[in-house]
């Protein structure tokens, strides 16, 4: 148990339907993440929070909408998606001191896009 | 883009053997993490290096970091079967109050009973 926590675990969604994607966590920190991980591909950073305050989009498709409504909830919005969508959504927090943090990672919500 | 690149991207090991892992990145770091993924779930911190480091350990593991060559490995000691995970370095950058990890490929460890 990390302090992150992710809902669902799973999801099926069709390419018409609208989901969102929920991260919580329960530590405290400043900074909070998504992160997709595809089959064959590198974790990618898909947007940074800090404060609430979005500070990088890291050329994500609209079609994938982050909210963060406090320091300790962010949603991912999905509608329309495709299929090569389908992967791994892993949410993390981190409490930047200096120039030394680590990362909390949930343990992701599995997606499939039919 | 990809930072990172590991190696060897599969690695199986009777247990009780030393498992080595390599990273290798291509632009200047603030800090090097290695983090831990067993099948399908999220990534577990479990070290961090600085880049004014060299070596760190703990319990088990040993990492190395060499900005000269911009590389750095992962040694576990003594394997137990449940080592068997993918394990990632990441480089990170402090950026706007946040942080931001660049990922390798991973390697995929398999500890064999």
């Known amino acids: 148990e990390t302090g992150v926590t992710q809902t669902p675990r799973h999801l099926v969604m069709g390419m018409t339907n609208k989901k969102s994607l929920k991260c919580e966590q329960h530590?405290?920190?400043?900074?909070m993440y998504w992160y997709k991980q595809s089959a064959k591909k590198p974790l990618e950073l898909m947007f940074v929070?800090?404060?609430?305050?979005?500070?990088e989009n890291n050329s994500v498709p609209s079609r994938f909408s982050p909210e963060c409504p406090n320091s300790s909830h962010l949603f991912l919005h999905l509608h329309t998606l495709q299929p090569e969508d389908s992967a791994l959504y892993l949410c993390?927090?981190?409490?930047?001191?200096?120039?030394?943090?680590?990362?909390?990672f949930g343990p992701g919500t599995r997606l499939t896009v039919t | 883009s990809q930072q990172g690149e590991e190696d060897p991207q599969a690695l199986s090991i009777q247990e009780g053997e030393n498992a080595t892992m390599n990273c290798s990145y291509k632009?200047?770091?603030?800090?090097l993490q290695w983090y831990r993924q067993n099948s399908g779930r999220g990534l577990v911190h479990l070290i961090l290096?600085?880049?004014?480091?060299r070596e760190k350990h703990s319990g088990r593991l040993r990492v190395t970091l060499d900005t000269s060559k911009k590389s750095s490995s992962l040694l576990i000691t003594a394997s137990r079967a449940a080592d068997t995970a993918s394990y990632f370095c990441?480089?990170?950058?402090?950026?706007?109050?946040?942080?931001?990890?660049?990922f390798g490929q991973g390697t995929r460890l398999t500890i064999n009973p």
């Open positions: 929070y800090n404060f609430k305050e979005q500070t």
């Open positions: 990441a480089t990170d950058f402090i950026i706007q109050g946040a942080q931001k990890l660049v």
């Open positions: 993390a927090s981190s409490q930047v001191s200096g120039s030394v943090a680590r990362c909390y």
């Open positions: 632009t200047s770091i603030n800090n």
């Open positions: 290096i600085r880049s004014n480091e």
């Open positions: 530590l405290g920190h400043n900074a």
